[in-house]
């Protein structure tokens, strides 16, 4: 057999073996191309901001862009479902809220997405306080004066809110449990209505945002009687925190990192350390501040059980209070 045909045969015998044993082809380490960081709400609203934020920082940390899209409608409920049907390579990840992982669990009977089955929470990001503010109208210059008040007329005082099971909703809701008196809600569609509302005098009382309240605090448009938690706020240091006042008020907003269930461990552990570097750099927390909000620096399972925490709080609140979505 001459030289040309026995290479011939041994390539024809050697092509089966070759099949059993195909080349093992190693996957790119995480990440390897951009993120996609999901938000469940409008662009310019707080989850935006801070989303915005941390991207930025995340893109530096990871040496791949973390771009933001907004995929808002339902309450959040379209965003959230959208992140616990995609695929669980991390690089769709979720900008979850109280809303989306708590107040929705008591909400709605029957959610498009299990907020704890579909979802591994990766890290705190942000929690932010609420202001309790009052119209000048109303001459009620402190807490004290505001509960003496609605005690001693019931249901005639009225504060607004964005809208069934907001959080301006569940945090006056809260406060009149607490406090033990009855105030009429006013629903608007939503938050920047409501804010207008009691503005122009239309209603009594309302818990919104830092950012939202303050320029309006500070022009005397409104009076704001206290900040939600145990702690002063930065940007309104001569407003009493609330906590101490009413043990166990303390409904502050909060925004969590989250992946799809089944995500890898080393790619949760890799974002959950960027993460950590983020709201650890003075500029992030910086930021923050400017928004009213301050680092949520957690996770594991101490993360967990906060979220399981709160939720139980808010159904609790919302199934007792017979409240539903609009």
Known sequence: MDQRRRSI?????AAPLASACPI???EAPWPSRPIKLVVAFAPGGFTDIAARLIADSL???LGQAVFVDNRAGAAGLIGTQAVAQAPADGY???????????INVGLYKKLPYDPVKDFVPIAGVAKGPLV???HPSTGVKNVAELI???KAQPGKLTYASGGNGTTSHLAAELFKSLAGVDMLHVPYKSPSLAT???LGGQVDVMFDTVPTSLPHV????LVALGVTGNQPVDLMKQVPPLGPLLKGFNPDTWAVLFAPAGVAPEVIAKMGAAMAESLAAPEVQKRLSEIGMVPFPVAGRELSDFVKKDTARWVELIRANHIAAD
């Open 9 to 13: 045969l041994a390539a024809v015998l």
């Open 24 to 26: 093992a082809r190693a």
């Open 59 to 61: 893109s530096r940390k």
């Open 92 to 102: 769709t990840l979720l900008l979850g809220t109280i809303s989306t992982h708590a």
């Open 132 to 134: 309790l503010v009052v």
């Open 148 to 150: 003496g008040r609605a």
């Open 196 to 198: 207008t509302a009691i």
């Open 218 to 221: 500070a022009s005397g448009r």
